[in-house]
């Protein structure tokens, strides 16, 4: 949009300029020539009036004089001739020459002679200028002059260049309003775009602080401000919803449990208890959910930086995780040369919580004799982290889902676990600006980006 619109406004303006300097510089070049040409006729014209007396019988001696003194001054030629065209005064050129001889005939019909061109700064050559000599309709002779238009054109050159020096001067001063007046118009909508930007990122309360622009934008910043702000207060509603909720049924739970302990039928009691331990792994997973979305909103809305080194986190979850993978007969192990660090930009608890609900899944569900191995390495700014494990995996259809919250898959449906494990840690790696992603293909394999850590 901006692109366009300064496209559109610099095209304007600039053919505006050009409307206004192209018809300055041809109507200077018309005056300058209209000068020249006015000037070199009075100057034939002055010299008409001296030949009459001197084609009547008189002295020829100031016409001499004055046509010596002007070609001195001008560089101009003169020729003048009685009427049946003996030459009375040549100075600078000869009455035998083709376009003086034309000049000469046309001036005794007393013909003027066309006006010149408009001259322009690469215009060259010279011009003939003629008059006839006497009075009425009785022409006893003919005026020549010969002039050079260079001194016009050397005016017309530094006229133009003026005019094209102010209009260079002018377009400039229209650019400067064009990125004003296009700043001024799309700094509304440049505020709305990264305010949007950090509405997607999570961020709450993201505000647009707009007093430039024009009306209609400022006030549609104000309705996206309100919106933000209702959005704002319903997503702290429904967290606080799914906390009091997950909250306020733990006593419940807590009594009927109580109560099911107390029961003599011991099929009946197993069976429950395996639901109140499903409800509870819900419950204990929505509390988990709610905390991640409001640790993920705060970093957003903060820009909080921590750090942790992701080696030292991965080696103390495998290590309290030792036990169980032994019990369910899986294997843990590392690359055969570990990185000694990688830090990454998130803090050590947020990344145990993943990698804990990375490592369940796998001693759930890989299976006896299955393997879990984690890699890592950083490249580009970014630490990419690996865990795998050789067990069956999911299908692909499935695989999309695993990350949908309250979704399991067939395999876990018979266990307490409340399908929000993977939910709960892509939310807090994407909130850290990362990535997390899980593939399959001999197993499953949980991808990791983190930024790294500057030292």
């Known amino acids: 949009m901006r692109r366009r619109l300064l496209i559109v406004l610099l095209v304007f303006s600039v053919l505006a300029v050009a409307g206004f300097a192209v018809p300055l510089l041809a109507s200077t070049a018309a005056n300058r020539t209209y000068e020249f040409t006015m000037a070199r006729t009075a100057d034939a014209a002055r010299f008409a009036a001296l030949a009459q007396p001197a084609l009547a019988g008189g002295s020829t001696d100031q016409l001499r004089a004055e046509v010596r003194a002007h070609a001195d001054l001008f560089g101009d030629g003169v020729v003048v001739v009685d009427a049946r065209r003996a030459v009375v005064v040549a100075e600078g050129m000869g009455a035998a020459e083709p376009d003086v001889a034309a000049a000469v005939d046309a001036a005794l019909r007393n013909q003027p002679r066309p006006a010149p061109a408009d001259l322009r700064p690469w215009s060259g050559g010279d011009v003939l200028v003629s008059h006839a000599v006497g009075t009425g309709v009785r022409v006893s002779g003919a005026v020549v002059l010969r002039t050079s238009v260079r001194p016009a054109v050397e005016d017309i050159a530094v006229r133009w260049a003026l005019v094209l020096l102010a209009s260079l001067v002018a377009a400039a001063a229209v650019v400067v309003v064009v990125f004003r007046v296009a700043r001024w118009v799309l700094l509304p909508v440049d505020q709305l775009a990264r305010a949007m930007h950090r509405m997607t990122e999570g961020r709450e309360h993201p505000h647009v602080d707009v007093v430039a622009g024009p009306p209609e934008l400022r006030g549609l910043a104000g309705e996206f401000n309100r919106m933000s702000d209702a959005l704002a207060a319903s997503a702290q509603a429904q967290r606080g919803l799914v906390a009091d909720i997950a909250h306020q049924l733990r006593n419940p739970m807590a009594a009927l449990r ?46 909080a930086d921590a750090r942790c080194d992701a080696v030292t986190v991965i080696a103390e979850r495998l290590d309290a995780w030792q036990a169980a993978a032994t019990a369910a007969g899986v294997t843990m192990a590392g690359p055969p040369d570990p990185p000694t660090s990688l830090p990454v930009r998130c803090a050590d608890g947020e990344l145990a919580q993943v990698i804990d609900v990375i490592l369940d899944n796998a001693v759930k569900h890989a299976g006896a004799g299955a393997t879990i191995r984690w890699s890592g390495r950083a490249r580009d700014g970014v630490v990419e982290l690996e865990l795998a494990d050789d067990g069956p995996g999911v299908a692909d259809a499935e695989l999309p889902r695993l990350t949908e919250r309250f979704w399991r898959g067939p395999a876990a449906r018979a266990t307490a676990g409340s399908g929000l494990g993977l939910a709960i840690a892509e939310r807090l790696i994407t909130a850290r600006g990362g990535r997390f992603a899980v593939t399959t293909g001999g197993g499953l394999t949980v991808h990791i980006e983190l930024p790294e850590a500057q030292a």
């Open 258 to 303: 109580l109560r099911v302990d107390g029961l003599a039928d011991g099929a009946v009691q197993r069976s429950m208890l395996t639901e109140f331990d499903r409800l509870e792994a819900l419950l204990d997973g929505m509390l988990a959910l709610a905390s991640a979305d409001s640790t993920a909103t705060d970093l957003a809305a903060s820009g």
